[in-house]
C-alpha cells in the first residue's frame, strides 16, 4: 500500500490484548532500549500516577488482562498517550458511540442541561467536568456551527 510519499506504508499491527497494546508501547516510546520495571515505575511516578514495577512486569507477560481504570491512567502517563488506548476496544466503541449520541441529542434540543445523579463526595470525574465545562463553552457561542462540519463514517 502506498503512503502518499512514495514509499510503502506497513500494516498496523495487531493491537487487541492489553500485553499487545503495552509491547507496542514500550518499542514506539523507548525504540532500541530495553526499559525495566522499575524505571517505567519511576517514570510513572515522576509524572504524577501510581504503578509497580512487578504490575507493569506481569502486563508485559500476560499475567494482567484487565486491571483497573487506575492502571490504565498510569499506563497512559508513563507512555505520554491518552489512557483510554489501553481499553478494550469494544469498551472505547462503547465510550465513542454514548459521546455521539450524546452530542446529537443535545444538538437537537433533546438535552438542554446536565444533572449529576449519584455523584459522591469527591463530585464529577475530572473527565466528565471538562466535558460538561466545553459543553457550556460550546453553548454560550453560537453553538455547534462554531465547529467546522464533519462527514459521518460508518463502523
Known amino acids: 500500500m502506498d ?3 512514495g514509499g510503502e506504508r506497513t500494516a498496523a499491527p495487531e493491537l487487541r490484548t492489553l500485553q499487545q497494546k503495552v509491547a507496542y508501547m514500550v518499542e514506539r516510546t523507548f525504540p532500541g532500549q530495553r526499559v525495566s520495571g522499575r524505571a517505567f515505575a519511576e517514570l510513572v511516578r515522576e509524572r504524577g500516577g ?3 514495577h512487578s504490575y507493569f ?3 508485559l507477560a500476560g499475567k494482567v488482562t484487565h486491571p483497573s481504570e487506575d492502571i490504565l491512567k498510569a499506563l497512559g502517563l508513563g507512555f ?3 489512557w483510554r488506548f489501553f481499553k478494550e476496544e469494544s469498551e472505547v466503541v462503547d465510550d465513542v458511540v454514548a459521546g455521539l449520541q450524546f452530542l446529537a441529542k443535545r444538538r437537537t434540543g433533546e438535552i ?3 444533572a449529576g445523579r449519584g455523584v459522591d463526595d469527591a463530585g464529577l ?3 466528565l467536568l471538562e466535558f460538561a465545562l466545553s459543553l457550556l ?4 457561542g453560537d453553538g455547534p456551527s462554531d465547529r467546522p462540519a464533519q462527514a459521518g463514517g460508518s463502523r
Open 57 to 59: 512486569s506481569n502486563i
Open 137 to 140: 463553552k460550546e453553548a454560550q
Open 3 to 5: 503512503d502518499g510519499n
Open 112 to 114: 438542554s442541561g446536565l
Open 50 to 52: 501510581a504503578l509497580s
Open 80 to 82: 505520554g498517550v491518552d
Open 125 to 127: 470525574p475530572a473527565e
